[in-house]
């Protein structure tokens, strides 16, 4: 069975930064994709970046651009969301994710793609 543990959260001022972890275990082949999604209340659950398992181009959205990284330590089976120059925008549970690719070799930036999905932990930044 598939688990996403995620860690990392919590409260910043700012233009401060976090690194999430997301601890994965269980997988099967069928899982191509990693992803770090957020949600505020009322809103829809929105790709932050995502990553094929495998290596290759990892996919921002145009406001966490050259702000937030993802990455990946495979021997840990744990994908990393480093977050710097934090804004208050940016408050949001934030949701590690895990599914099968969108088409071949490309992960998906929709929420409904991925079929595994953490608790999520909080990310607050004050101003």
């Known amino acids: 069975q598939v688990q996403l543990v995620e860690s990392g959260g919590g409260s910043v001022q700012a233009g401060g930064s976090l690194k999430l972890s997301c601890a994965a275990s269980?997988?099967?082949?069928?899982?191509?994709?990693m992803g770090w999604f957020r949600q505020t209340p009322g809103k829809e659950r929105e790709a932050v970046a995502t990553?094929?398992?495998?290596?290759?181009?990892?996919y921002y959205v145009d406001s966490v651009k050259g702000r937030f990284t993802i990455s990946q330590d495979s021997a840990k089976n744990t994908v990393y969301l480093q977050t710097n120059s934090l804004n208050p925008e940016d408050t949001a549970m934030y949701y590690c994710?895990?599914?099968?690719?969108?088409?071949?070799?490309?992960?998906?930036?929709?929420?409904?793609?991925?079929?595994?999905w953490g608790q999520g932990t909080q990310v607050t930044v004050s101003s």
């Open positions: 994710a895990a599914g099968p690719p969108r088409a071949y070799l490309q992960c998906g930036a929709i929420a409904a793609e991925y079929l595994y």
């Open positions: 269980g997988f099967d082949s069928s899982i191509y994709c």
């Open positions: 990553i094929p398992r495998r290596g290759g181009r990892p």
